[in-house]
């Protein structure tokens, strides 16, 4: 599996604070509205739209935000990121542990979140989202045979993977393996007012 390197810092870190509030369904619904309410038509007659520029996002109040549906504290920081743009881009450009640094400098972008951009945008194969809900469990059922899992023991089964242990999780996400689920659901969170 080949892992792509965009370069690309925020378009792939505002998709990755929406998923730090929402399951990975509801984000990819928050971040198209987001595109077709703030983004710009792509070039050519697809429909296709391309993501909001970051300085109009940054100009943006936070409530201009709530009717796609992202609430107070999530705007805040995407507004926050944004207006740290260009000095955020250059993280690609880094060596990969000053590039995280620079990410996780943010406040609001901890290691999960550096690690969802890392692989999106540094093309990195060997980050781990640690803190992720359902990727331990995953790893655990698919590697160990383990229902539920941790950080630390799944840490521990990809550790022969050391190097490629984006890759692996990504081969497992699209494997079609899940781990036992237990219990209801979590809610939807819509606060968008379309």
């Known amino acids: 599996?080949?892992?792509?390197?965009?370069?690309?810092?925020?378009?792939?870190?505002?998709?990755?604070?929406?998923?730090?509030k929402f399951t990975g369904v509801e984000a990819k619904r928050v971040w198209r509205r987001?595109?077709?309410?703030?983004?710009?038509?792509?070039?050519?007659?697809?429909?296709?739209?391309?993501?909001p520029a970051p300085?109009?996002?940054?100009?943006?109040?936070?409530y201009a935000l709530h009717p796609v549906g992202i609430e107070r504290r999530r705007a805040e920081l995407i507004r926050a990121a944004c207006e740290r743009s260009a000095w955020l881009e250059r993280a690609s450009e880094l060596p990969?542990?000053?590039?995280?640094?620079?990410?996780?400098?943010v406040r609001g972008i901890g290691p999960w979140?550096?690690?969802?951009?890392?692989?999106?945008?540094?093309?990195?194969?060997?980050a781990v989202s640690v803190g992720d809900y359902h990727v331990p469990s995953l790893?655990?059922?698919?590697?160990a045979g383990e229902p539920r899992g941790s950080d630390r023991r799944m840490l521990e089964l990809l550790e022969p993977y050391s190097g490629h242990r984006a890759r692996v999780i990504r081969l497992l996400e699209s494997s079609g393996i899940t781990a036992p689920r237990y219990g209801p659901r979590a809610p939807r969170h819509d606060i968008s007012c379309l």
């Open 1 to 20: 599996m080949r892992l792509g390197r965009t370069g690309r810092v925020i378009e792939a870190l505002v998709p990755a604070i929406l998923d730090q």
């Open 34 to 51: 987001l595109v077709l309410r703030f983004g710009e038509p792509a070039p050519g007659p697809s429909g296709l739209f391309v993501p």
């Open 113 to 126: 979140t550096a690690a969802e951009v890392g692989v999106r945008a540094f093309g990195d194969a060997d």
């Open 96 to 105: 990969r542990e000053v590039g995280y640094r620079r990410l996780s400098s």
């Open 55 to 62: 300085d109009l996002l940054a100009r943006q109040p936070y």
């Open 139 to 143: 790893v655990t059922w698919a590697l």
